[in-house]
């Protein structure tokens, strides 16, 4: 299984930007997706997360940003809109016991990032 992320890039501050990641292999199904963050000289974090059963968001994205999937075509979405400076990081993609067809394992697998660079 690989994950490939992409629609990073450099944008205003305020502006939108759409990222997606999107796992390629014979799946059968996928736990939980998520997207997570890493800004220069810190630790990485979560950022939203979304299951067959809810969806949550860090605090200091709460309303600017929406989670969503396409488990047909086992890809996440992250939509970002009113971006800040202090969103610019490395944005992760993460997807939570991935179990392959034949097989009852799950495993967790990361995508490669994405750079998001928000200008002031």
């Known amino acids: 299984v690989q994950l490939q992320a992409s629609g990073g890039g450099l944008v205003h501050s305020g502006g939108s930007l759409r990222l997606s990641c999107a796992a390629s292999?014979?799946?059968?199904?996928?736990?939980?997706m998520s997207w997570y963050r890493q800004a220069p000289g810190k630790q990485r974090e979560l950022v939203a997360r979304i299951s067959s059963s809810s969806t949550n968001y860090a605090d200091s994205v709460k309303g600017r940003f929406t989670i969503s999937r396409d488990n047909a075509k086992n890809t996440v979405y992250l939509q970002m809109n009113n971006l800040e400076p202090e969103d610019t990081a490395v944005y992760y993609c993460?997807?939570?016991?991935?179990?392959?067809?034949?097989?009852?394992?799950?495993?967790?697998?990361w995508g490669q990032g994405t750079l998001v660079t928000v200008s002031s």
């Open positions: 993460n997807f939570d016991r991935v179990v392959i067809v034949g097989d009852y394992r799950g495993k967790n697998y």
């Open positions: 292999g014979n799946i059968a199904s996928i736990n939980a």
